[in-house]
């Protein structure tokens, strides 16, 4: 169905990111993507999505074609059209606009009114929770709700392959099971699934088959049960009694690197959260904090023309 021969892709015409690279996904099949930061794999999705000249880079060689259909060059709302949809990392959803808007952007190409009404049904039926908050802003749900609203915006198209890049990162392990389930059940009812995943255990759960990028090149394919039983992917990319994924915050999970996930180097079990509120310090040198009157720089004081920033607090 989809697939990618001899492909090399450079940046700016210096930095090769992917090295003859092949890769072949069956049609209603899942394939996962795995390797560490600098691999190639966002890279590999953009190639096939064609948002890759967006973002500096250019295929060098190789060809991807989609049932034959030569993909390399195309547009990428053309190749949506073909079918072939991508979820970039980091949900993109637009934020200001209410989760029906983005629903509606997500079928902006779609012409078929019968087509579009399926497509609405299949996406309230599987994330009930965006039916809830149809017209509440996208960027007040919480992560796994933003991330559920990118996987639907995405099906309003009615894809015939979905391409998914980190769709876990940031998600607390709870919600990390929820869209494990829901790629299992979009690709059930017969959508091809590409999944890009540094959730080793998560990706290989799902997929049928996976493939090993190490510097922009294949080191590593076959079926995703026998990867996950061999002891280089175990080592590398299978923490300790995580067989899904879904492990808690007891260190059994890796932590991502802020190059990794732009976490900042935090540990990303739980989603995030705000903390206590911190009031600002005021800082040294205020006027009033040199005797002087903020308003009109006049000395203001007791006899001696100072104040101290004790008896400002004191008496507001």
Known sequence: ??????????????VRALRSVNISVPDSGVVAVLGSNGA???????????????HGGRVGAGSVTLDGTPLVGRDPAAIVRLGLVHVPEGRRIFERLTVEENLRAGAAGVRDRAAWTRARARVQEMFGILTERAHQRAGLLSGGEQQ???????????????????????????????????????NRQGTTIVL??????????????????????????????????????ARLYLPAGDTDGTSGGTGERPVRTAAQGNEGGRRVDAEPSLGPWVPPRRPSGWPWQRGRSPRDGRSRGN??????????????
């Open 1 to 14: 169905m989809l697939n990618v021969t001899d492909v090399t892709v450079t940046y700016q015409n210096a």
């Open 40 to 54: 190639g794999k966002t890279t590999l999705l953009r190639t096939v999505s064609g948002t890759l000249r967006h």
């Open 148 to 186: 559920m609203l990118a996987i639907g915006r995405a099906l309003m198209s009615s894809p015939r392959v979905l391409v998914l890049d980190e769709p876990s990162l940031g998600l607390a392990p709870k919600v990390v099971g929820q869209i494990g389930e829901i790629l299992r059940e979009i």
């Open 196 to 233: 890009v995943e540094q959730n080793a255990a998560l990706a290989l759960s799902i997929a049928d088959t996976a493939y090993v990028l190490d510097l922009g090149r294949v080191s590593l394919s076959g079926p995703a049960a026998e990867l996950a039983a061999s002891d280089a992917v």
């Open 303 to 316: 006899g001696s023309g100072t104040k101290s920033l004790s008896d400002v607090r004191t008496r507001g």
